[in-house]
């Protein structure tokens, strides 16, 4: 009998730890426009390859490329720039309201705000999100009052899910989205669950389940990917891969794939990576899934190739384990300015009119702000009323609450 070596085991590492110097040689990146766009219809064996590239479009001069291009006008354009910056101003007035201690808690979404608001345009009215905590262009790009955003993270008198949530975890039905969880990936679950329900009742309604790289070593991640590929749920599930979950790198949740796009093949779902900085090619992705949902063709798996550029959360200090510098070399740059610079090259835009758009777009945020903040702070103004904890959760209370509240004189 052989004699073996002891046992060992793989615990991966990410490339650089803080004081190094930031490495992505191990990101893989095509030519813009070198990825085909398959047919809509396509079989899964014959596209596996696209679980493994990355889908481009604008290539390093700013113009669009390649087969993925050209679904966008420029007016569609300069909406996208708008929510891009839209978002990322609503950040950073939240983010400093944080620190100013007008609420306990806040995520920001720098890096990754061509994902969720070019996503929104390839929807359709009634169709569901089920989000994480950085998908708030969905509300954005989908018109949904940044007052009534802020009003939640405030959790004032004029929150709308009443102090019953934790901050940025907002929830509105009428724009698709649906309440936020800390658990993040219930949402997976819960997203085909609703799809495959919407198709019982023979409805045309999709959803769009989110998670982030580190919630896909979850089990509900793998629960929802069996579920969605037997029934062929009409539901696109997105895997927001930012590099980072809270302190852990994005090697540790994905195990040995290779990719986090190419765990969609196992099951028989068509998969691809995009650029998720690319704002053109994430509408186009999420354009040719959305279409094969809405087609009776079944889930598609998209993985957002992105880096999360600001801390996890106002909790978090990443300067512990990732060297400062690094998202200044991310390879992929920045989604703004890289949807800014095509916009010039197209001739519809300019350095004045986007200095110009960004004095706009701040006064327009301030302005939310403020009447946000006449409702109420966290430690100043109008909280919700007591009374609202027994509402809205049975259609006829039960008697022992209709006691507690009366006790409780609310």
């Known amino acids: ?48 390859d696209l679980a493994y590239s990355i889908i481009r479009v604008l290539n390093r001069n700013g113009e669009a490329v390649g087969p993925w291009a050209g679904l966008l006008s420029d007016d569609d354009l300069l909406e996208g720039m708008r929510h891009m910056m839209t ?58 009052s940044m ?40 949402q997976f679950v819960q997203a085909v669950g609703w799809a495959m329900a919407s198709a019982i009742k023979n409805d045309s ?19 929802a990917l069996v579920f969605a590929s037997t029934y062929k749920a009409p539901v696109v599930l997105n895997i927001v891969n930012n590099q980072w979950a809270i302190s852990t790198f994005q090697g540790i949740a994905r195990g040995g794939s290779g990719t986090f796009a190419a765990r969609g093949l196992g099951f028989g779902i068509p998969s691809l990576r995009v650029d998720g900085n690319d704002y053109l090619a994430v509408h186009a992705v999420a354009k040719w899934a959305v279409e094969r949902a809405r087609r009776n063709l079944g889930p598609t798996l998209i993985e957002y190739v992105t880096y999360r550029v600001g801390a996890h959360s106002t909790s978090d200090d990443p300067s512990a384990y990732r060297p400062k510098t690094e998202s200044d070399v991310w390879p992929l740059g920045d989604p703004v300015i890289r ?72």
């Open 1 to 48: 009998m052989p004699e073996y070596g002891p046992l060992t085991l793989n615990v991966p590492e990410p490339a650089v730890r803080p004081g190094g110097t930031p490495d992505f040689s191990n990101v893989k990146i095509p030519k813009a426009g070198a990825v085909p766009r398959p047919d809509v219809d396509a079989n899964p064996e014959a596209i596996r």
């Open 87 to 144: 978002l990322r101003t609503f950040d950073a007035r939240m983010q400093m309201a944080q620190r100013q201690g007008k609420t306990s808690f806040y995520m920001q979404h720098l890096g990754e705000e061509a994902i969720s608001s070019a996503f929104r345009k390839a929807l359709a009215p009634g169709d569901m999100n089920f989000p994480t905590y950085r998908q708030a262009g969905l509300l954005i790009a989908g018109g949904y």
């Open 147 to 186: 007052v009534d955003m802020m009003c939640q993270v405030y959790s004032n008198a004029r929150d709308p899910l009443k102090g019953r949530q934790l901050p940025v975890m907002y929830a509105d039905k009428e724009h698709g989205f649906f309440t936020i969880s800390g658990n993040l990936a219930t």
């Open 205 to 223: 309604k999709i959803a769009a389940a989110w998670i982030g790289d580190g919630s896909t070593a979850e089990s509900d991640f793998h629960a």
């Open 339 to 410: 949807l800014k610079n095509h916009l010039i090259v197209r001739g519809v835009w300019s350095e004045e009119r986007h200095k110009q758009a960004e004095a706009e777009i701040l006064d327009t945020v301030i302005a939310a702000q403020k009447e946000a903040e006449s409702y109420g702070t966290l430690h100043a103004g109008g909280k919700p009323s007591a009374r609202d904890m027994f509402e809205g959760v049975y259609a006829e209370m039960p008697p022992h609450l209709r006691r507690q509240r009366q006790q409780a004189g609310v």
